[in-house]
């Protein structure tokens, strides 16, 4: 039972060292042409009939109005990240076997790759890239 612990804390140790080493690149933070202009700032909606519709079916634009300090007690930034960490982790452990098995499923289904990655807007609006697991088609 304390090797399976040692083993399992090892394996958790080393998946922390790669997301330390591949966050860098994730953030586009050697790319400061695909960083995103308001990031790190305040902003509100300004309604304009003469732009083009957006995806909320409204007219405008966002603009900044300052600096956004982000604020988080003891609570948000140590607890929860915590429990987030140690619980997902476990949910890994716990469901990779079915992970394995759609991972062989779709490189059988399709030649492509299985995971593909997605520009998305995370926390005080920075820009980072998200690793997505490619689907599987059912229909005939």
Known sequence: MLTVLLIIASIFVLLCFFALVKKPGSIYKNE????????????????????????????????????SKPRGGFYNTVIKRFLDLVLSFCGLVILSPLFLFLILWIVIDDPGPVLFTQKRIGKNKRYFLEYKRETITLCA
Request: hydrophobic share 30%; net charge negative.
């Open 32 to 67: 400061p042409n695909q960083q995103n202009p308001l990031e790190g700032k305040k902003v509100v909606f300004v309604e304009n009939p003469s732009e083009p519709m957006n995806a909320d079916g409204v007219c405008g634009h966002l603009e900044a109005v300052g600096d």
